[in-house]
């Protein structure tokens, strides 16, 4: 099927910068909507920004203006830029992807996660 492998989490200061990236590989046949989710303990997994194929970008509130989600489609992989970290950003990132895969003699839709990369804003 398609696997999805995340990086670029880490410990970083209140103000600091991190970017996320989140590669796809396998049997792809097109990448429709990228997105990254958070999920901080003992709290629901939440959308923090959201990529569609021909670009159109969406965010959550609380990251307006700081994060950047962008896509290169010739490497089958999404970032997240996040500047300005704060205590409160700090969680388990995932990446999720949906998309089209080869499956047998033809095609089939894909939903898949990356495994998650932790994020820990902290002095």
């Known amino acids: 099927q398609v696997q999805l492998v995340e990086s670029g989490g880490g410990l970083v200061q209140p103000g600091g910068s991190l970017r996320l990236s989140c590669t796809a590989s396998?049997?792809?046949?097109?990448?429709?909507?990228m997105g990254w989710y958070r999920q901080a303990p003992g709290k629901q997994r939440d959308l923090v920004a959201g990529?569609?194929?021909?670009?159109?970008?969406n965010y959550a509130d609380s990251v307006k203006g700081r994060f950047t989600i962008s896509r290169d489609n010739a490497k089958n992989t999404v970032y997240l830029q996040m500047n300005s970290l704060k205590p409160e950003d700090t969680a388990v990132y995932y990446c999720?992807?949906?998309?089209?895969?080869?499956?047998?003699?033809?095609?089939?839709?894909?939903?898949?996660w990356g495994q998650g990369t932790q994020v820990t804003v902290s002095s």
């Open positions: 999720n992807v949906e998309g089209v895969y080869v499956r047998g003699s033809g095609y089939s839709n894909f939903g898949s």
């Open positions: 396998g049997s792809i046949r097109s990448l429709n909507r």
């Open positions: 990529i569609t194929s021909s670009g159109r970008t």
